[in-house]
């Protein structure tokens, strides 16, 4: 497991998002010379996030992001899987059923199950509120 990239600053938004939510709308220019990620990088980042339902994108004049979710209610691990993070320690328990040939009699199998139950638990339990504090 390795957190791209697009996780980390899709985080980076959304803290960001929260923090300065006043009611309104925040330009993705304004996001992006705050986190320092380019405009085009940030506008990709913002469209996984609102098809995520974690950001309402307005368009036009005064139009922008924000949060669509309470920051208490928003999870680290809602964020990466509209980043399509995979948390998944190793391949054959990212997916179900497993479809490993080897699974039935795989020693080291219910060791990445629970390592991967492990993540999944610490970051479903990290929310963008305690990120803000």
Known sequence: ML????????????????ENDSGGYITTQE?????EVSKKYAE?????????????AQHGVGGGYRIS??????RVSDVLAAMNEELAPV???????????????CR????WKKLG????GFFD?????????
């Open 69 to 74: 979710v309470r920051p208490e209610d928003c």
């Open 3 to 18: 957190i791209s990239t697009r996780g980390r600053y899709a985080l980076r938004f959304l803290v960001d998002l929260a």
């Open 108 to 111: 080291t199998l219910p060791m």
């Open 31 to 35: 996001l992006s010379e705050r986190q």
């Open 44 to 56: 990709r980042l913002m469209a996984l996030l609102s098809r995520g339902k974690l950001v309402e």
């Open 91 to 105: 391949a054959c328990v990212s997916c179900e059923p497993n479809t490993c040939p080897r699974a039935g009699e």
């Open 117 to 120: 139950g492990m993540i999944q």
């Open 125 to 133: 339990g990290i929310t963008i509120a305690d990120l803000m504090k």
